[in-house]
């Protein structure tokens, strides 16, 4: 496990809440260019996806990720790693964002049962 992989379900939802602004910010510069499209897929399909797997994660009971909030949050990683792959292809100022995704659900992957 590397030093910025989250371990517990605290830092698994610092990490969504990380992704999640690095998304925001990305869609507010496509708004100030005038690419209302690009925004919009952020919050219409990416953004909603992390929001769902950050929910599940604050739920997450104090011993560990029960299996219900496990699938949650992996599909919603999931669901918003496709979306920003299908970003990074229109754009490549959205490949670090989707570094970031993949990494996490790498983690998630692996971590949670």
């Known amino acids: 496990m590397s ?12 990490a969504i809440a990380e992704a999640i602004q690095t998304a925001e910010e990305l ?5 100030a260019r005038g690419d209302y499209s ?23 009971p104090l011993g560990g990720v029960d299996q219900l909030s496990a699938l949650e949050i ?11 792959s299908d970003l990074a292809d229109i754009d490549a100022k959205y490949s670090p964002l989707l570094s970031m995704l993949r990494r996490l659900r790498e983690a998630v992957s692996r971590h949670i049962n």
């Open 38 to 60: 690009q925004s919009e897929i952020i919050s219409e399909r990416l953004t909603p996806n992390l929001m769902q797997a950050k929910m599940y994660a604050e739920i997450a």
């Open 27 to 31: 869609a507010l510069t496509s708004v």
């Open 74 to 84: 992996r599909n919603g990683i999931a669901e918003a790693t496709a979306v920003a």
């Open 3 to 14: 030093r910025d992989e989250p371990a517990t379900a605290e830092e698994l939802t610092f």
